[in-house]
């Protein structure tokens, strides 16, 4: 044993000193000043498609398929003159971890394989870990709805999560790290003939260790083929990694060319384009000697190593500004196994009729978060009840506990002391819309701290007018949104045309970009999240059960040592009055909250449904304008009840938030009675979106959608119709949008949902108008046997929906998402027992059933295919595994466990 850590430690100690990589790197720390981005010179001649990229300029010294399209920036996004959008800042948060100056290389010359640590230094914590999450998971999950997809998520040395896909039918195994930098590891397996490979695991465990900044975890893969091609490497933001697969270029010949990141390419085409003096000066910002190198970072860096007890491939990729480095290691045995690099691709070969085995490191620098315990996050009474499903012995009941602790740990996956992410893999940073509905929705079984926790992420990231982030940018991606501003700025100071005193300023600007290069970036540009702010500080100042000096307390902290939260909010709040006030003054339709402008034609979907086909291309949003407005009024008016019983009197508040002098929300606080006329005013603006289609209309919808589809799906909706008999009865919905004029899009959706969860006192013509195209069977309403509720049904609209439905299925009619059907089912619990609204206990028994039957009832969104005249339900195919307001469906079987049986 002696012996072999004598050997081991002699290997590591030739690789620290053959390997200098990182040698010319400083220790280095990001600032901690806000950065404030001024995006203004961004042009829209600079803007492109969000799935084709940055445009290359003309001056580029690289070809324009080199430069991969990735992400897109409209001027709106980032210019408050531009269009009416919305500003983009940046925030101090989740720095990245300072770089030690030792070599970098995670190669281990330990004979079996073991974990992997920075050459040089001594792994702390090294141990073998068991996944805590594993879909699909036997017993729980349909193998066939997950159409061969596999994942796991372990626990990594400082107890961050760390997923893993395999995705069968792309042959691409990604992981993600879910710390402060939403970082990703991917590559695609094919055959040599080019053909895609499906790949496995190797191993149930994984081996994490750390040592220093770095934190490692080494896995196992294998291949049904004795020659197998890795290539498509991408090391960075899972940013990157998203748009890299929505572009599908992972689906390209490895020989096609290298990936890299299109807005980083700009910047060091940017910093190329400098005079010398100001080149240089900009490329020490940047910590490279030269062009060579820093141009050098934009691909990751193979090479191949050997000794007599492993073969390694290294990648290896620093950020842009070389303050990070990604690396990912393959090791095999040479003994039974050849490996060979090839520019950006891996080969590895065995004896014919073998099978490849492999392991794969992975090692990031990224600071780790701060994960949060279930008893920190559940109430005593929920934790009472996951207790008590546990003693359970019967098979359901076991199947069912193991249900609830596999979403408890989810839970506990996406909380840290920072934040709430909003899903793995594909959403692994902060969400502002995704953390308030879940907290929400989680209310009976969080404890109020949550509750806190949710507003002060908020509230810390508002901006400067009040608006609410939507989700930010962290590590590679805020370099790839920083790289973009800097382009602008040097192409602006390119055409100063002599005038010293502007060349300067941006010169400053630009500088300032490059010194902050991967500080926080906020998006503002949804609605929605505007308006539920106050309906979730509304709930938690009215809570009874939280004593008035835990409230007092919460409101008079300070966010990140700036503003209090009360001061904050009422910011907030005063943007919210102003989005809402020209409603209150003319309640035409045309006066509704609208979306902002995407482009000349188009309006940008800035509420949940954000996909380009999300709101049908409307204007004025239905759950916007006749749910969250009227709630978040009527949440003003309760806040502002509460203040003063907590010690915030009216004359007092805008003394506390001299910024909302004048505004709207001052009216309000010196009017209450103002405040419940606009109240009044927008609970009208349902008869904007009522819509009633006679059966007539009904029918020929239903048979020029019908018509429409392909042939094999026209025959099995047909047969529904059939088995339901003759459509007799009208249906009235609330479309699901306004066109620019005001008129109604006529989609059958399933946004009423919440209003039926957040409206506490309706009435009761409201819940039986809301409820009754959840019940309607599709192809006329919603309804689907085996599947649940579909989220929107658009055969009474345009042909124009059905095209843009179909090329974009993400919020279509093939889809099912459990945020909405947990709403819903919150919404029906509550009034199960309520004389004027009966057979809802009908209404939650088929729902349940339906979705349950599914098979797939915790994902994000699902979907359906026909086969042989059959509806299977499926996954779909970029959905979340762990979703946070998936896991509401926690609270859904708290709630139903209390009702009657």
């Not at 490692?216 to 090391?235: C, D, K, M, R």
């Not at 086909?613 to 709630?631: C, K, L, Q």
């Not at 295919?865 to 299977?872: N, T, V």
Request: charged share 20%; hydrophobic share 40%; net charge positive.
């Amino acid at each position: 044993m002696r012996l072999a850590w004598l050997v081991l430690a002699l290997s590591l100690l030739h690789v620290a000193r053959g390997s200098g990589q990182l040698s010319e790197l400083a220790a280095l720390r990001a600032p901690t000043q806000l950065l404030r981005s001024h995006c203004g010179v961004l042009r829209p001649e600079a803007t492109a498609d969000v799935r084709s990229g940055w445009p290359a300029p003309p001056s580029l010294p690289f070809t324009a398929a080199q430069l991969v399209p990735t992400f897109r920036f409209s001027p709106s996004e980032h210019d408050s003159s531009a269009g009416g959008g919305r500003r983009v800042r940046s925030a101090c948060q989740h720095l990245p971890a300072a770089i030690e100056p030792h070599n970098a290389s995670v190669a281990s010359a330990n004979a079996r394989g073991g974990p992997a640590v920075p050459a040089g230094s001594q792994a702390l914590n090294e141990r073998r870990v068991h996944p805590v999450l594993e879909f699909p998971e036997a017993g729980l999950d349909d193998t066939a709805a997950y159409q061969g997809y596999q994942t796991r998520f372990y626990h990594d040395s400082k107890n961050n999560a760390v997923q893993i896909y395999l995705q069968p039918k792309t042959s691409r195994a990604v992981l993600v790290w879910a710390d402060a930098a939403n970082e990703s590891v991917g590559l695609t397996a094919r055959d040599r003939a080019g053909r895609g490979v499906k790949l496995g695991w190797g191993a149930t465990e994984a081996e994490v260790a750390d040592s220093g900044p770095a934190r490692n975890i080494q896995f196992q893969l294998t291949a049904p083929v004795s020659h197998l091609e890795l290539g498509w490497f991408v090391l960075g933001s899972m940013r990157v990694e998203r748009d890299f697969v929505y572009a599908e270029r992972h689906l390209k010949p490895f020989a096609s060319g290298g990936f890299r990141v299109a807005e980083e390419s700009l910047l060091v085409a940017a910093v190329e384009r400098l005079p010398g003096e100001e080149r240089a000066r900009h490329l020490t910002l940047l910590n490279a000697s030269s062009i060579a190198e820093l141009r050098s970072r934009l691909e990751p860096a193979l090479s191949l190593s050997k000794t007599d007890s492993g073969s390694v491939a290294r990648i290896s990729r620093p950020s842009l500004d070389g303050r990070n480095r990604l690396i990912l290691e393959l090791r095999v045995d040479p003994r039974r196994t050849r490996m060979a690099v090839t520019n950006q691709t891996v080969s590895i070969r065995t004896r014919p009729g073998s099978n490849v085995g492999f392991s794969l490191t992975a090692s990031t620098d990224a600071a780790p978060l701060r994960t949060l315990s279930r008893e920190k996050i559940f109430n005593r009474a929920f934790l009472d009840f996951l207790r008590d499903a546990s003693s359970q012995r019967e098979g359901s009941e076991v199947v069912r506990y193991r249900r609830l602790e596999r979403q408890v740990r989810g839970v506990e996956l996406l909380s840290s002391e920072e934040k709430l992410m909003a899903g793995l893999p594909n959403f692994a940073t902060y969400f502002g819309r995704d953390m308030m509905m879940t907290a929400l929705m989680m209310r009976p079984i969080w404890v109020p701290e949550m509750s806190e926790h949710v507003i002060a992420s908020v509230l810390r990231k508002l901006g400067p007018h009040g608006e609410v982030s939507h989700e930010e940018a962290l590590g590679g991606q805020a370099i790839r949104e920083h790289a973009v501003v800097y382009d602008s700025l040097v192409k602006a100071y390119l055409e100063t045309g002599g005038s010293e005193s502007r060349a300067d300023s941006l010169l400053q600007r630009a500088g300032d970009v490059l010194r902050n290069l991967q500080q926080t970036r906020e998006n503002y540009h949804m609605v929605d999240d505007e308006l539920q702010l106050p309906v979730l500080a509304a709930r938690y100042l009215a809570d009874t059960a939280i004593p008035a000096t835990q409230k007092r307390a919460f409101l008079l902290q300070k966010a990140d040592q700036s503003a209090s939260h009360l001061a904050l909010l009422l910011q907030e709040l005063a943007l919210v009055a102003s989005l809402t006030t020209n409603y209150v003054r003319d309640q035409r339709a045309t006066n509704l909250v609208s979306f902002p402008r995407l482009d000349s034609l188009r309006w940008r979907s800035a509420s949940w449904r954000d996909s380009d086909a999300g709101y049908a291309r409307g204007r004025f949003a239905m759950d916007i304008n006749t749910i969250w407005a009227p709630a978040a009024l009527e949440s003003m008016a309760t806040i502002l009840k509460v203040l003063p019983q907590l010690g915030f009197p009216a004359p007092s508040l805008d003394t506390i938030a001299p910024a909302i002098r004048g505004s709207d929300l001052a009216t309000y606080i010196a009017k209450p009675a103002a405040l419940s006329q606009a109240i009044s005013a927008w609970k009208g603006a349902r008869r904007h979106f009522t819509l009633t289609l006679s059966p007539a209309d009904i029918r020929q919808g239903l048979r020029a959608k019908l018509h429409w589809l392909p042939r094999d799906e026209q025959r099995y909706w047909n047969r529904a119709l059939s088995r339901h008999g003759e459509t007799r009865e009208s249906l009235s919905f609330l479309a699901l949008s306004l066109d620019s004029a005001g008129h109604p899009i006529p989609v059958v959706n399933t946004d009423p949902a919440t209003e039926l969860f957040l409206n506490q006192d309706p009435e009761a013509a409201m819940v039986r108008q809301d409820i009754e195209p959840f019940l309607r069977p599709y192809p006329v309403g919603l309804f689907v046997e085996g599947l649940g509720p579909v989220v929107v049904n658009d055969a009474y609209a345009t042909r124009e929906v059905w095209d843009r439905f179909k090329a974009d299925h993400y919020h279509g009619p093939r889809v099912v998402w459990g945020r909405e059907v947990n709403l819903l089912l919150l919404g029906l619990a509550a009034r199960v027992s309520d004389p004027s609204t009966p057979g809802l206990d009908g209404a939650l028994r088929r729902t349940l059933e339906a979705v349950n039957a599914s098979g797939l009832q915790h994902n994000e969104l699902w979907s359906y295919e026909i086969k042989g005249g059959k509806l299977q339900p499926v996954r779909y195919g970029t959905s979340s595994d762990v979703q946070l307001w998936n896991t509401t469906n926690l609270v859904v079987q708290y709630v139903l466990s209390r009702l009657p049986q």
